[in-house]
């Protein structure tokens, strides 16, 4: 399967602990991107990222919210002392190096605060 | 910031009748791509446009760009029940410093058969 890998796809964490997801882009890509959707929402813009640069970190939270995407490995989007609101869907993205692509997604994770 | 509306937000049709959603971008918009997410699914590129006033299909479907490049269209003829889902324009801002999508609220079609 070339496309869009995320794990894990569902994660349950209690009040206070970290979420790490993790997302390995399509074959060639060299962007990524970080969603968030809320139930019956649309995605909100979290992080743009290429290998060991954010781009474009506008739409994530100031507190507790980190991503990264090293030269080897996943990218990582990590939640430190998760809170019921941060349940939520998470989607990552990829897409080629030229701009104006389309975006290919993952299955996303599915992160359930108890 | 730039935000990105559509409407109708929710919509249930007949099968067999015809469905549109618009989006309206409050900024100028240099390109415009619409995505499909099935319920349960994650959002999968359909087409993106380019040119103001450009209009594209692939079968039933029809999408249009906006003359000023700040509004689209999907429009679905004859609706079939796998045409169920929630349906996302999103666009880059013309100008704009990064790559970033900004997706519109969506619209979720629900076909009755």
């Known amino acids: 399967n070339a496309g869009v890998m995320q794990n894990p796809r569902h994660l349950v964490r209690r009040r206070g602990q970290e979420a790490r997801l993790r997302c390995s882009p399509m074959k060639g890509h060299s962007h990524v991107y970080w969603y968030r959707q809320l139930p019956e929402e649309g995605l909100k813009f979290m992080v743009y990222l290429q290998k060991e640069n954010i781009i474009d970190e506008s739409g994530m939270p100031k507190e507790r919210f980190s991503a990264e995407f090293p030269k080897e490995g996943p990218s990582i989007l990590r939640i430190q002392q998760v809170v019921r609101g941060d349940s939520a869907a998470y989607f990552c993205?990829?897409?080629?190096?030229?701009?104006?692509?389309?975006?290919?997604f993952g299955d996303g994770t599915r992160l359930s605060i108890l | 910031g730039q935000q990105v509306m559509q409407i109708p937000q929710y919509q249930h049709v007949q099968e067999g009748e015809d469905f549109t959603t618009y989006c309206n971008s409050s900024t100028t918009l240099s390109n415009i791509q619409w995505y499909k997410q099935r319920p349960g699914g994650h959002p999968v590129f359909l087409i993106q446009?380019?040119?103001?006033?450009e209009v594209k299909k692939q079968k039933r479907l029809t999408f249009q760009f906006g003359e000023a490049k700040k509004n689209s269209s999907l429009h679905i003829t004859a609706t079939q029940t796998t045409d169920v889902g929630t349906y996302f324009c999103a666009g880059r801002r013309s100008g704009g410093a990064t790559n970033k999508l900004i997706f519109g609220t969506g619209t979720l079609l629900a076909v009755q058969p």
């Open positions: 446009l380019v040119k103001s006033g």
């Open positions: 993205a990829s897409s080629p190096v030229y701009s104006n692509q389309p975006q290919h």
